[in-house]
């Protein structure tokens, strides 16, 4: 291979310029928040936690497009009508500038189009490491996927949908998550820096290209978000297609392009740009990087409650006794009113099976990991008053069910508990702790 060599642009031909301009509005256009409702969202939610200063630069790194959240992530019509729309701006562009600079010297039409090419050239590149830096943190330091809970793990595997059947598969395995975390890192490292952009960009596509696969074939519900990284990442490519042919198919010398970073006479300007790039990869990589990792430390998640439950009650309890109304009814799979078994996590989650049917929530939003993408139990945060010796349970997918529930345990590892439930009726249930071991966590601390 030859050495590097600068890039001036391609001979530029009409169609060179349309497309140039095309995803320049497309790239502005999915990185700038043009939703109103992304101004009225609450920043102190979603991925954050109370002790993380500046918990909206997540908001920002997760802003999506319009096209992005309808039809549940795979709204690929949206996505090509906006690029469409993109075309057509591009297309009014060129005609508006071929009017007003009719008169101006081709030369000079070829050194606008480098210059503006050049811009678009760091908008990509930002906008794929403002994204992919905080899938790769939250994998380096693992609080994206975390490991299944009891209650997950005592959930039947055809209760699963098949997306999150997936994210509980790659949770199992901190170490291949740390991987990817540092792969994805690493690529977004690259691509910061022009002299290993295009390395970047193809670590990035190997990402990506699978990523978009498993999205597709699991159905997860975030496909076009990674499509639209993807194409980000094969734009940075693209400046040098002949060159990767001619290295590729016809095993011929090619020197891949270098470009230039922007000519800046003023002092200040280029320390300003310094100051800029330096500021961001502090906030976005090392920042980020350091209370996400206060956070994998605390032992909490993005997708799991923060809230600490009661830690001696962590475990899973059989319903020895189960009472409505104060009559008995006896277990049966089928039946919708009796609970077959409880779950007390660590956080302060109660889960619940019972064989009643159930709506299948798909939006992996945050803090939902619990009941997004499977059925059979029911998620109740609690509050615990442990003077009174009262349970305030709220459902977690619907948080106007509430139950109040007092506690004993007569005996270690049995509990008794009796109360009012949603539909108003009084319930008491007595539970037996069972000691269960989970082939998935023999190496790790989850509770029994």
Known sequence: MGTLSDFGGPQWKWYHRLLLRTFIVYAAITVIPLVPSFYGQDFDAGFSVVNYPWRWLDVISQNNPWFFSNHEGKNYGGWFVTVLLCFIAGTVWLLIEKRIHSDKNVLDLHTDDSRLYNWFFILVRYQVALRMSWFAIAKVFPVQMPFPTISQLNTNLGDFTPGKLYWLTTGVSPFFEVFAGIFELTATVLILFRRTATLGALMMIAILLPIWFVNIGYDAGVELASLHLLLLSLLLLAKDA???????????????????PPAIQQQWKRAGRIVLKTGFIFVFLFYRGYHYEKLYAAGKTFKLPLDVGIQSFTGLYNVDEFRVNNRVISYAPDDTLRWQNVVFEKFNTISIKVGKP??????????????????????????????KQILTLRNRADTS????LSYSWPSPGHFILKGIDERKDSVYVKLTRVAKQYPLALKRNIGN
């Not at 002949?242 to 230039?260: G, M, N, P």
């Not at 159930?358 to 509050?383: A, D, H, S």
């Not at 069910?401 to 109040?404: E, I, R």
């Open 242 to 260: 002949d060159k990767f042919w001619r290295l590729l198919i016809q095993h011929r010398e090619a020197a891949i392009s270098y470009v230039l």
């Open 401 to 404: 069910q509430k139950l109040l």
């Open 358 to 387: 159930f709506k299948v929530y798909t939006q992996n939003k945050i803090r939902t990991t619990e009941y997004y993408g499977n059925i059979g139990r029911l998620f109740y945060g609690y509050e615990a008053d442990t003077v």
